[in-house]
């Protein structure tokens, strides 16, 4: 597997659109649909590619849910 370049926002580590969509678990195109409403309206932009830090990325997984971590499982009897 081709290692993904490192890229560093302002002391943090930050993803190209590829990376964040392989982060979130989601199709690299349903990132584009999240701009504005989960991600910040105005990524950082490098050559004609967006970039987004991760704790951006993390605060989107937190609000859509995609961490599962506010899953709860009840056996049904």
Same mark, same amino acid.
């Given at each position: 597997?081709?290692?993904?370049?490192?890229?560093?926002? #302002? !002391?943090?580590? !930050?993803?190209?659109?590829?990376?964040?969509? $392989?982060?979130? !678990?989601?199709?690299? $195109?349903?990132?584009?649909?999240?701009?504005?409403?989960?991600?910040?309206?105005?990524?950082? *932009?490098?050559?004609?590619?967006? *970039?987004? $830090?991760?704790?951006?990325?993390?605060?989107?997984?937190?609000?859509?849910?995609? #961490?599962?971590?506010?899953?709860?499982?009840?056996?049904?009897?």
């Amino acid at each position: 597997m081709k290692k993904l370049p490192q890229i560093e926002i #302002d !002391g943090e580590k !930050g993803y190209d659109s590829v990376a964040a969509s $392989k982060y979130l !678990g989601i199709n690299r $195109k349903t990132i584009y649909t999240y701009l504005g409403e989960y991600l910040p309206a105005k990524p950082y *932009v490098i050559n004609s590619g967006y *970039v987004f $830090k991760q704790s951006e990325l993390d605060l989107c997984r937190r609000y859509l849910n995609l #961490d599962r971590q506010n899953k709860e499982v009840t056996r049904a009897e």
